[in-house]
Antibody, heavy 121, light 111 residues
Framework: EGQLVQSGGDLVQPGKSLRLSCEAS????????FHWVRQVPGKGLEWVSG????????HYADSVKGRFTISRDNAKSSLHLQMSSLRLEDTAFYYCVKGPSNWGNWYFDLWGRGALVTVSS | QSVLTQPPSVSGAPGQRVTISCTGSSSNIGGGYDVHWYQQLPGTAPKLIIYAQNNRPSGVPDRFSGSKSGTSASLVITGIQAEDEADYYCQSYDRSLSDVIFGGGTRLTVL
């Protein structure tokens, strides 16, 4: 079935940058679309960004557009989220999630455990 | 305010049937976009339990089922068990927002 192991969550000051990573195993990484979904503790889910198999298609939520960059390294079966100009409202658990193989089929069938990003001065 | 509207909470005794609704609009559910459902147990990551209206991933018990009609969708849990106590989220896509959207979540309490 596969596994997604996340790393990179941390406490960071407003305006600073942070990089989240996610390493996949148990399936052919470059066959699938990947996303980041976040959740403010105690609140609901918010989709953040998605990337297709060859990085040719990427998409961002308006709330992070221009500040966050999603990327993937198929050779290392890894997904990344580079977050810059972080704001207090970016504080959340960030989940690495796997989608089906085709771009445009928007659901998430495998989730990482989540990484907590806390933006605070 | 979520684009997809879910009741904040539902409850039922063990063995009962519960339904969780998810109401959208013509730019998402009513526009033909698929609806998916996730279960989030306390302290854990969400888990896909229904995709594309009424399909269950491998390993999800058949007491979970879904449906869609017009601008709404429903998750039905038949014969709820204590282990089903969790938050449930619906999810779709909105063409006006060009974004993936989630409902606000529904907490199921097993009495």
């Amino acid at each position: 079935e596969g596994q997604l192991v996340q790393s990179g969550g941390d406490l960071v000051q407003p305006g600073k940058s942070l990089r989240l990573s996610c390493e996949a195993s148990g399936f052919t990484f470059d066959d699938f679309v990947f996303h980041w979904v976040r959740q403010v503790p105690g609140k609901g889910l918010e989709w953040v960004s998605g990337i297709n198999w060859n990085s040719g298609r990427v998409h961002y939520a308006d709330s992070v557009k221009g500040r966050f960059t999603i990327s993937r390294d198929n050779a290392k079966s890894s997904l990344h989220l580079q977050m810059s100009s972080l704001r207090l409202e970016d504080t959340a658990f960030y989940y690495c999630v796997k989608g089906p193989s085709n771009w445009g089929n928007w659901y998430f069938d495998l989730w990482g455990r989540g990484a907590l990003v806390t933006v605070s001065s | 305010q979520s684009v997809l509207t879910q009741p904040p909470s539902v409850s039922g005794a063990p063995g009962q049937r519960v339904t969780i609704s998810c109401t959208g609009s013509s730019s998402n559910i009513g526009g033909g976009y698929d609806v998916h459902w996730y279960q989030q147990l306390p302290g854990t990551a969400p888990k896909l339990i229904i995709y594309a209206q009424n399909n269950r991933p491998s390993g999800v018990p058949d007491r979970f089922s879904g449906s869609k009609s017009g601008t709404s969708a429903s998750l039905v849990i038949t014969g709820i068990q204590a282990e089903d106590e969790a938050d449930y989220y619906c999810q779709s896509y909105d063409r006006s927002l060009s974004d993936v959207i989630f409902g606000g979540g529904t907490r199921l309490t097993v009495l």
